[in-house]
């Protein structure tokens, strides 16, 4: 009988990534959980209230105001984040001088600060000396007040957040598509396919483990949205136009003070993301092509 020995040198190695998950990642969430069902202001004892703050979000109309506005904004940047680095991403596959040079500047923003950004778009938007409006003008068409219109605003800051994330998600396009064997465009140009025929039939289907984790990633993205909400407009917009969820959790907790309400919510949204994941798991992960 041979008796296997034991490595614990494996287990030490796993032992410091493991008390990390535990402490920053797993009993916060239970912590938080624990919260929500107290009244606590950080300042005078927790006080009891069972499923009072979870009654209490089922009666507050800007909860669900949030929770339309994070929706609407993950609906529309989701799929224009995922169509546009893809369309980046094939103009750069593309053998031409100075490809380098191309993938870093697409890069650049991604690296940079959100609150730097937040600033210069706050600039680009600005009514009366920003670039949006001087371009329309030489169109002729009137100056518009971006971020304090209550249809506009959200817009704006989707149009921004893809700007800033578009890099990111060009490179992970890019390795996909690197990865698709050359011989197969080869032979549906000798069976004489077309462009569009080629991306339908091979470039589409075989991108589809990337295009699965680029929409993953970018959904749990979209409903943790909150530094250019805070940035570019700090009260949630005209009308409360960009008040999302965890900028709604922001103000209830470091504002209001009302720590339990605003980890009510907190629970609330990771139920959200856990239910959003699982469903494409389970779901959308099976029309993902792996071979």
Not at 200 to 221: C, D, E, K, N, Q
């Amino acid at each position: 009988m041979n008796d296997k020995k034991v490595d614990w040198g494996a287990y030490g190695y796993l032992f410091p990534v493991v008390g990390i998950i535990l402490c920053f990642h797993v009993l916060p969430i239970f912590y938080s959980l624990a919260i929500s069902f107290y009244e606590w202001d950080l300042m005078s004892d927790p006080q009891w209230v069972g499923l009072d703050n979870f009654r209490r979000l089922a009666d507050d109309p800007m909860f669900y105001k949030s929770l339309w506005n994070t929706f609407y904004y993950a609906m529309v940047s989701v799929p224009l984040s995922i169509f546009a680095a893809l369309g980046v991403a094939m103009l750069l596959n593309n053998p031409i001088s100075g490809i380098g040079i191309y993938r870093t500047i697409y890069f650049l923003p991604v690296i940079t600060s959100i609150n730097a950004v937040a600033i210069v778009w706050n600039f680009i938007y600005h009514p009366d000396y920003g670039l949006l409006n001087k371009l329309l003008a030489l169109a002729d068409i009137g100056p518009r007040l971006w971020l304090q219109d209550p249809f506009w605003a959200m817009p704006c800051i989707i149009l921004m957040s893809v700007w800033k994330g578009l890099g990111y998600n060009v490179v992970i396009f890019l390795a996909g598509l690197q990865n698709i064997p050359k011989y197969l465009y080869e032979a549906a140009t000798i069976d004489g396919a077309s462009r569009s025929q080629q991306f339908r039939s091979i470039t589409w289907p075989l991108l589809s483990p990337t295009t699965f984790f680029v929409f993953v990633m970018s959904a749990i993205g979209s409903f943790q949205v909150f530094s250019q909400i805070y940035m570019m407009t700090p009260r949630g917009g005209p009308m409360k136009s960009t008040m999302v969820i965890v900028f709604y959790l922001y103000q209830k907790a470091f504002v209001k003070f009302e720590f339990g309400y605003a980890l009510a919510i907190a629970f609330v949204l990771f139920l959200m993301i856990f239910g959003v994941t699982l469903f494409n798991k389970l779901y959308l992960e099976k029309k993902v092509h792996y071979s």
